[in-house]
C-alpha cells in the first residue's frame, strides 16, 4: 500500500463546506426546540447534587451505561444547565462523526470522493440531524463507532506501532460504555480485525474484545435493577417486535429516504444495488466497514425478532452503521460509475440525485417546526393571565409534566392525573396524549363525569408524531359544581 497523498485544496475547502453545511443544518431549528422527556432525565442527572447520586439515577434507569451522562454532566458545569449548553456535547459529537468519513475515506485508495459524497450525505441525514440536537448519548455513540472504524481501518493498512494497538482498548471500552449496542459493534469490529490482513490482528483484536468486555462488571451490576423492574419492561415494555413493514421502514429511514409514494422501495433497491456493487471483489482491509456498517444493523434487528426479542430495534440504535453504510453506497456509485460512458458526468449526475435524496427528508420534517413538541410555549401559557390560576394536570408524567416542570416555576404545581385526588376540582386543564388509548379514555371518563369542553390546544410537531400532546380545558357545568 503506497503512502496516503496529501489533499488537494480543492477536496479541503469543499469538505469544510459540507461541515459548515451540516453545523448550519443543526443550528437552525435549535432554539425553537423544547426538550423532551428523555433530555429533562439527562438534565436531572448533569445537574444531580453529587456525582454518587448521578451515578445511582443512571443505574436505576437501566437503559444506559454511564459515559455518556458523565460527559454531559461536564459539558453543563463548564456551560450552564440551559438547553443549549445540555445539547452541546451531542452537537459537537455529530459534527466530529461526519468529519471522520475524511479520514477513513482516505484510510483506502480510491474512497476518498465516496468519503466526501457520504460526508454530504450525512450533513443532510434527517435523523443524524436530530440526534446531534438531542441531549442523550446517540451522537456520541456514532463518533465513537466512526473512530473504532478508522481505527481498524489503520491497523489493517499497514504494520502498526504497539500504542496504536493498545488504543483500542480505552476505545472499545469508552463505546461499551456509551451504549449496550456499542459492545456489539466494538465486537464486531475486533472479529473484522481478526480476520483482516494486518500482520498484528490478533493482538489488535484482542485489546478491541477485551475493551468491549469491560462492560460485564456494569453488567453484573445491574442485575438486581433488572429482577426488580421486570426486566427491562417498565422502560422499554411499549417497544414491540418489529413487523416486517417496520422494518423496511426503519431501514429506509436509516438511509435516508424522502415521503414521497414508492420512495422506500425505490430507495431499498437503489441501496442494495451500490452497496452491492461496492462489496463486489472484496478486499479484506475493508471488513471493518463490513463490520459496522452492513452486520452491526442487521444483527440489531436480528436480537429484535424471536426468539430473542430484546427491545433494541429503531432508528436510533442503527444510526451510528448509517455514515459507513452511506460510505459503502457512495463507493458503489463510483464503481458503477466507472463502467460508464462518461463516468465523471455518471458520478456528479448519481452525486446530485444522492443528495437530493438525502436534503428531502430533513426539509420535509422541518419545514413546519419545531421538529419537538413545544411544551416550552405551553409552559408560557400556563404563566399568562387567563390559565394561571387554573389547575394543571397531566397524563403522561415523563414526556409532558417532566417537560413543563422545567420551564415553568416551582409555584406552577402540575398534578398527576393518575394519582389525582378525588373530587377534582371545578375547572382544570389536562394535558394528554389525544392518540394515545390510555390517556384519552382518561379524558373522556371526566367528560362523562360533567365537566365540558371549554377549548382545546393540540402541540403537534413538524416531524409529525401522532402522538402528539394537547392541553384540553375542562369545566363542570354550573348546576354540577359542588
Known amino acids: 500500500m503506497s503512502a496516503i497523498n496529501r489533499p488537494s485544496r480543492l477536496h479541503l475547502v469543499l469538505f469544510f463546506l459540507i461541515l459548515a453545511a451540516a453545523l448550519t443544518a443543526r ?30 439515577a443512571i443505574h436505576e434507569d437501566l437503559v444506559h451505561p454511564p459515559l455518556y451522562y458523565l460527559v454531559a454532566r461536564a459539558s453543563t458545569q463548564m456551560t450552564d444547565a440551559g438547553d443549549f449548553g445540555l445539547r452541546l456535547p451531542s452537537l459537537v459529537f455529530g459534527l466530529l462523526s461526519i468529519a471522520l468519513l475524511w479520514p477513513i475515506g482516505r484510510q483506502m485508495e480510491g474512497l476518498e470522493s465516496a468519503a466526501m459524497l457520504a460526508a ?34 489503520r491497523v489493517n493498512r499497514a504494520p502498526a506501532p504497539s500504542w496504536l494497538l493498545a488504543a483500542a482498548f480505552p476505545l472499545a471500552a469508552a463505546l461499551a460504555y456509551t451504549h449496550y449496542v456499542g459492545a456489539l459493534t466494538a465486537l464486531l469490529v475486533a472479529g473484522a480485525v481478526w480476520l ?27 442485575v438486581p435493577v433488572y429482577e426488580s423492574r421486570r426486566g427491562l419492561e417498565a422502560n422499554l415494555g411499549w417497544v414491540s417486535v418489529p413487523s416486517g413493514a ?44 463490513a ?46 460509475a466507472g463502467h460508464t460512458r462518461r463516468p465523471r458526468t455518471a458520478r456528479t449526475a448519481g452525486a446530485a440525485l444522492l443528495l437530493l435524496f438525502a436534503a428531502l427528508p430533513a426539509w420535509q420534517t422541518r ?35 417532566a417537560v ?6 416551582p409555584s406552577r404545581t402540575i398534578h398527576s392525573l393518575r394519582d389525582a385526588a378525588k373530587p377534582l376540582p371545578p375547572e382544570l386543564l389536562v394535558f394528554y396524549r389525544p392518540n394515545f388509548g390510555p390517556e384519552s379514555e382518561a379524558v373522556a371518563a371526566l367528560t362523562r363525569q360533567g365537566y365540558q369542553v371549554v377549548d382545546r390546544r393540540p402541540y403537534p410537531s413538524g416531524a409529525r408524531f401522532s402522538h402528539y400532546p394537547e392541553r384540553i380545558h375542562l369545566r363542570r357545568a354550573p348546576a354540577e359544581v359542588r
Open 27 to 56: 443550528l437552525a431549528n435549535l432554539p425553537a426546540e423544547s426538550l423532551d422527556g428523555d433530555e429533562v432525565f439527562t438534565l436531572g442527572v448533569a445537574t444531580a447534587p453529587t456525582l454518587s447520586a448521578a451515578m445511582q
Open 120 to 153: 454530504g450525505l450525512l450533513a443532510f441525514h434527517h435523523w443524524h440531524i436530530f440526534y446531534s440536537q438531542q441531549a442523550r448519548s446517540y451522537a456520541l455513540f456514532c463518533f465513537l463507532t466512526s473512530l473504532l472504524a478508522l481505527w481498524a481501518l
Open 196 to 222: 483482516g490482513p494486518s500482520a498484528s490482528r490478533k493482538t489488535a483484536a484482542a485489546f478491541a474484545a477485551a475493551g468491549a468486555l469491560t462492560l460485564v462488571p456494569w453488567l453484573v451490576s445491574l
Open 246 to 289: 417496520e422494518i423496511r421502514t426503519v431501514f429506509a429511514e436509516f438511509i435516508g429516504v424522502p415521503d414521497l409514494a414508492g420512495a422506500t422501495s425505490a430507495a431499498l433497491i437503489a441501496g442494495v444495488v451500490l452497496v452491492a456493487a461496492a462489496v463486489w471483489k472484496w478486499e479484506r482491509r475493508l471488513l471493518p466497514l
Open 291 to 336: 463490520a459496522v456498517g452492513l452486520v452491526a444493523p442487521a444483527l440489531v434487528v436480528l436480537l429484535a425478532l424471536p426468539p430473542f426479542r430484546i427491545p433494541v430495534f429503531g432508528i436510533r440504535h442503527l444510526l451510528p452503521a448509517a455514515g459507513i453504510c452511506l460510505l459503502l453506497a457512495a463507493l458503489g456509485l463510483m464503481k458503477l
Open 367 to 401: 419545514r413546519d417546526l419545531p421538529i419537538r413538541y413545544p411544551l416550552r410555549e405551553a409552559a408560557a401559557e400556563l404563566l399568562s393571565k387567563p390559565l394561571a390560576a387554573v389547575p394543571v394536570y397531566s397524563a403522561y408524567s415523563y414526556g409532558i409534566s
Open 404 to 409: 413543563l416542570r422545567h420551564y415553568l416555576p
